[in-house]
């Protein structure tokens, strides 16, 4: 069985015509989640127990920027891309035949 390629990211990569190695398709294959990942340190970072609070200080601002990100990060796939696509073309097609 063969095994397929790994980018440095960890995800599969494509191969370019030069033949060189470059994953920028497997990165929209799969929407990251940034956000959430700072919610998750920033929760666990604000009820570690410790005693001068200083993972609070740290914490409580990874929680904040998380639920921000999640308000404004732009989790497009090339699915949702393919899509969007197609919904202008459509628009472009009905605006033209309504010119005719």
Known sequence: MRKRPVGEDGGPTTRTRTGEMDAPLAVLQRAPAPGRK????????FFMPE???ITNVIGGPLILAGRYLNKVYNGATLKDIGHETKKFAS?????KDKMR
Request: charged share 20%; hydrophobic share 50%.
């Open 38 to 45: 700072l919610q998750k340190i920033g929760f666990i970072l």
């Open 51 to 53: 005693p001068f609070g």
């Open 91 to 95: 628009h472009v097609r009905d605006i």
